[in-house]
C-alpha cells in the first residue's frame, strides 16, 4: 500500500490543523475571561472579536483554493491568527 502523501505535506498540515485549535482556544479563553465580545458596537470591532474562529475558515478555503498547502503558508496563517487573538484582546480591552 502506498500514502498518497509526502510526510512534509503531513507535517504542514498537522502543522495547520494545530495552529487552529490553539488559535481557538485561545481566542475561547479570552472570551470566557471577559465578556466584552457582545458589547463590540461596531462591525469592526465584531470582526476582530471573532476572528480567532474565523481565520482558520478563510485560511482552508484559500488553501482548497490553491489545492496545496506550503510551509509559507502555514507561516503567514501562524502570523494571522496570532494577529486575530491580539486584536481580539484589543477588543476586549478597549470595550470593557
Request: hydrophobic share 60%; charged share 5%; with cysteine.
Amino acid at each position: 500500500m502506498k500514502i498518497q502523501f509526502g510526510t512534509a505535506t503531513l507535517l504542514v498540515a498537522i502543522a495547520c490543523v494545530s495552529i487552529a485549535l490553539g488559535g481557538g482556544l485561545a481566542g475561547w479563553r479570552v472570551a470566557m475571561a471577559n465578556d466584552a465580545g457582545s458589547t463590540a458596537p461596531h462591525l469592526i470591532g465584531a470582526l476582530a472579536y471573532l476572528s480567532p474562529w474565523w481565520m482558520p475558515l478563510a485560511f482552508a478555503a484559500y488553501c482548497l483554493g490553491q489545492r496545496r498547502v506550503t510551509p509559507i503558508a502555514a507561516v503567514g496563517f501562524a502570523i494571522a491568527e496570532s494577529v486575530s487573538v491580539g486584536g481580539m484582546m484589543f477588543v476586549v480591552k478597549m470595550f470593557p
